[in-house]
C-alpha cells in the first residue's frame, strides 16, 4: 500500500548551520510532493512542493530534491534560525480518477539550538 | 488575507458524548478538507469536499462521524459517540482551485484539540 515515512522522527542542528530531512515514499505513481512546517498549536503550512518531473527545486533559504530512482525526498535548510524549529511533514499527493489525495508522513521534530 | 477559521481550539468530553467542529474556509475556496491528527503522526484525511458535495470520505468512519458543508462555505464535523481513541486535532484546510486540478495548495486552520477522557 501507499506508504509515506521518515527516516529520523529527532533532529538538532545548531543555529546557523543547514539541516537536511529526509523522507521515504513508497508510491511510485505519485506526482506531486509537499514539505509542510508544523509549528506547536498550529496547523501545518506549506513551504515548497515539488512535482515528480522535477529533481530539485529551490525556495528562500529551502530546498528540495527528489529522486525517483530510490524514492526519496529531501528538505534542505539553508543558515536555520530559531523560528524554524517545528515538525516538519513531507506529503505526496496521488490522483485518483480526478481526484487528489494528500497523504502525510509520520513527521520530523527540528530544534534549532541557540 | 484571513485563514482558515476553526472552533473551538479546545474541547474536553467524556466518551460516549457528542461532540462538533466548526470550519470557515478561506472566502472563495472551492475545496474544504475534514484532516484528523493523532499525537506524534501526520495529519490523515477524513474527508473532502467540492463545494457542498463529497469528494472523499473514504477514511470517515461513518458509524460515529458526519460531516456536512450545505451551503458550500462553512462546514461542521460531528462524532457520536465518541470513543477514547478519538483523542487528537482536527484540522481543517481549504484550498482554491477545484478538484482534479494538477496541483492545488492546501491551507491549514489552527486546529481543534479534542479530549476523550
Known amino acids: 500500500g501507499e506508504s509515506v515515512g521518515l527516516h529520523l522522527p529527532t533532529l538538532s542542528v545548531q543555529e546557523g548551520d543547514n539541516s537536511i530531512i529526509n523522507c521515504a515514499y513508497s508510491n511510485s505513481a505519485s506526482d506531486y510532493f509537499i514539505w509542510y512546517k508544523q509549528e506547536s498549536g498550529k496547523g501545518p503550512q506549506f513551504i515548497i512542493d515539488i512535482r515528480s518531473n522535477m529533481d530539485k527545486r529551490q525556495g528562500q533559504r529551502v530546498t528540495v530534491l527528489l529522486n525517483k530512482t530510490v524514492k526519496h525526498l529531501s528538505l534542505q535548510i539553508a543558515a536555520t534560525q530559531p523560528g524554524d524549529s517545528a515538525v516538519y511533514f513531507c506529503?505526496?499527493?496521488?490522483?485518483?480518477?480526478?481526484?487528489?489525495?494528500?497523504?502525510f508522513g509520520t513527521g520530523t521534530r527540528l530544534t534549532i539550538i541557540p | 488575507e484571513a485563514g482558515v477559521a476553526q472552533s473551538p481550539r479546545y474541547k474536553i468530553i467524556e466518551k460516549r458524548q457528542s461532540v462538533a467542529f466548526w470550519c470557515n474556509p478561506i472566502?472563495?475556496?472551492?475545496?474544504l478538507y475534514w484532516y484528523q491528527q493523532i499525537l506524534g503522526q501526520g495529519p490523515k484525511l477524513l474527508i473532502q469536499?467540492?463545494?457542498?458535495?463529497?469528494?472523499?470520505d473514504s477514511q470517515l468512519p461513518k458509524d460515529r462521524f458526519s460531516a456536512e458543508r450545505l451551503k458550500g462555505v462553512d462546514s461542521t464535523l460531528k462524532i457520536q459517540p465518541a470513543k477514547l481513541e478519538d483523542s487528537a486535532v482536527y484540522l481543517c484546510?481549504?484550498?482554491?482551485?477545484?478538484?482534479?486540478?494538477?496541483?492545488?495548495?492546501?491551507?491549514f486552520g489552527p486546529g481543534t484539540r479534542l479530549t476523550v477522557l
Open positions: 506529503a505526496e499527493k496521488i490522483s485518483n480518477f480526478g481526484n487528489e489525495k494528500l497523504t
Open positions: 472566502s472563495g475556496h472551492a475545496t
Open positions: 469536499f467540492q463545494n457542498n458535495g463529497v469528494v472523499d
Open positions: 484546510a481549504s484550498s482554491p482551485r477545484l478538484a482534479g486540478a494538477r496541483t492545488d495548495t492546501q491551507y
